[in-house]
């Protein structure tokens, strides 16, 4: 596959994108049925497991020729309609997976010969765990973590008086309710920065799309 390199400047670094270009020898939907799972329901100090149901999907198998002759079964599901001869071109992104191999995600799909396209934004500098803000979530949730440690052996092991209820109260109104709240904060505005950025390099991955296809 080939590869170019773009530069971020809203993220402040490069973004390296890859290129999947060959003819599409099938492609085939199928129904596949997926077991979920409901939320589960706090009921006093019982917890409710949710409910779990199948559910009906839709999966679309697709093999391509690639350039060099290789074949290859896309690795996600495309957002484009395609039949065998069809010349495609899928932009992605390798998204690093804890315990699993990269996972290429799609940002920009081309079908030649139709002319049909599917842009996708929101993952053009996107990884695991949004590194602009990796180091700040780590850093605090290895705050929120110490501090809410601190307080529970405060909790457990001051008798009941002033400071334990201090220590108790602290936790469950402060730390926890204050951890969700930020780590919240913090994943909306990283969330909303990489769209932003995807929005600003989407023209170049189009433009690159055009020129190796």
């Given amino acids: 596959m080939k590869n170019i390199i773009l530069h971020s400047p809203i993220l402040g670094r490069d973004v390296p994108i890859e290129f999947i270009v060959g003819e599409v020898l099938s492609s085939q939907t199928r129904t596949t049925l997926e077991t979920r799972q409901m939320p589960a329901t706090a009921v006093g100090t019982r917890v409710i497991p949710g409910q779990i149901y199948s559910e009906a999907v839709d999966v679309t198998d697709c093999w391509l020729r690639l350039e060099d002759g290789k074949e290859m079964k896309l690795p996600f599901q495309p957002g484009i309609d395609m039949r065998a001869g069809h010349q495609v071109v899928f932009v992605v992104q390798r998204v690093e997976v804890k315990g699993r191999a990269d996972v290429l ?109």
């Avoid at 110490?146 to 400071?163: D, P």
Wanted: glycine share 8%; charged share 15%; hydrophobic share 50%.
């Fill in 105 to 213: 995600t799609p940002i920009y799909e081309q079908n030649k010969q139709t002319g049909e396209t599917y842009a996708n934004s929101s993952n053009v500098g996107r990884d695991s765990d949004y590194s602009d803000g990796a180091q700040w979530f780590r850093v605090l949730k290895y705050t929120f973590l110490i501090m809410a440690i601190f307080c529970g052996v405060v909790a457990a092991t001051a008798e009941r008086g002033a400071v334990g209820v201090a220590a108790l109260v602290t936790l469950v109104f402060g730390t926890i309710p204050a951890g969700f709240v930020v780590f919240f904060v913090m994943d909306m505005l990283m969330a909303r920065k990489i769209k932003k950025a995807g929005k600003q390099l989407m023209p170049e991955v189009k433009a690159a799309a055009s020129l190796v296809a």
